[in-house]
């Protein structure tokens, strides 16, 4: 099926003039914090290095300039929510996949028919409380969380009711 036929297909739907749209983006703090984006020039980084086509569709399909993100520390003890984001940036063609010297380097990628895609985000405000991934689980109120049914996406959707509630819980409501 495709995915614009999918359980996500509405956020690949047209849009109505101003509609944002919610996502939730995850990083390993080790590798780039929510500190590191707010220490980034501009408070702004490109979104780079993912190689999974549902978070490529999410990224170079779905995600527009002023669409809000939550940032998610994973693999981290505990992992969850931490900030928010922007995509300031729509997405275009991940050049990491065409170099050799990067570690998430696709020898099968062609620069002239791009398999991957990124975004650029910006840092607009940490979470006062941290929204942790066992917390989400215990919540009936998130039990459709596409973190929950699809954890192993480094980008997916967030309804706005979720978005909402997840604000309110880490304190930025």
């Known amino acids: 099926m495709p995915y614009e ?3 996500w ?3 690949f739907a047209p849009r109505v003039a101003g509609e944002r749209r919610y996502w939730l ?3 390993e703090p080790d590798v780039f914090s929510f500190a590191d984006l707010e220490q980034a020039p501009k408070r702004t980084t490109c979104w780079d290095s993912v190689r999974n086509s549902s978070a490529r569709n999410f990224m170079r399909d779905g995600m527009k300039p002023g669409d809000l993100a939550f940032y ?3 693999n981290a003890e505990p992992s969850g929510i931490v900030g928010i984001c922007e995509i300031v940036r729509e997405g275009y063609p991940d050049h990491t996949a065409w170099d050799p010297k990067h570690d998430y380097f696709d020898a099968k990628c062609d620069p002239d028919m791009p398999t991957w895609y990124m975004v650029d985000v910006k840092a607009v405000k940490p979470f006062r409380t941290m929204v942790t991934l066992p917390q989400i689980k215990a919540d009936p109120a998130l039990a459709e969380m596409a973190l929950i049914k699809v954890g192993r996406l480094s980008v997916v959707p967030v309804t706005p009711d979720e978005w909402q509630y ?3 819980l880490g304190g930025v409501g």
């Open 5 to 7: 036929q999918g359980a």
């Open 25 to 27: 983006i995850k990083s």
């Open 9 to 11: 297909a509405h956020v």
């Open 72 to 74: 998610y520390h994973s």
């Open 166 to 168: 997840v604000c309110a």
